[in-house]
């Protein structure tokens, strides 16, 4: 269900066990078609959304379809977060 899926997202760090890695698999799940109204094949923005959401919350690894599009997405982010934003 649509609440429980953003429920689980927004509270990651409940579910953090120290020393491993938190995974989390989002890219072109039924939620995403659920709040975009998109078919799986058109559902790339919000895939990139809800995978640049989830390490914000806390997400160590994203398992996503589109890999390429993903990491561009994740070293945007990245570079314009406030921590490196001085670095630019």
Same mark, same amino acid.
Do not use: C, Q, Y
């Given at each position: 269900?649509? +609440?429980?899926?953003?429920? *689980? *997202?927004?509270?990651? +760090?409940?579910?953090? @066990? =120290?020393? *491993?890695?938190?995974? #989390?698999?989002? %890219? ?5 078609? =659920?709040?975009?109204?998109?078919? #799986? +094949?058109?559902r790339l923005a919000g895939s990139l959304a809800a995978a640049l959401v989830a390490v914000g919350f806390?997400?160590? #690894? @994203?398992? @996503?379809?589109?890999?390429? +599009?993903? @990491?561009?997405? *994740? ?5 314009? %977060? ?7």
């Amino acid at each position: 269900r649509l +609440e429980h899926n953003v429920a *689980l *997202l927004r509270g990651l +760090e409940a579910l953090r @066990v =120290e020393g *491993l890695p938190l995974l #989390v698999g989002v %890219s072109r799940k039924r939620m995403i078609g =659920e709040i975009t109204g998109r078919a #799986v +094949e058109d559902r790339l923005a919000g895939s990139l959304a809800a995978a640049l959401v989830a390490v914000g919350f806390g997400a160590d #690894v @994203v398992r @996503v379809h589109d890999v390429a +599009e993903t @990491v561009d997405a *994740l070293r945007i982010r990245n570079a314009l %977060s406030s921590a490196n934003a001085r670095a630019l």
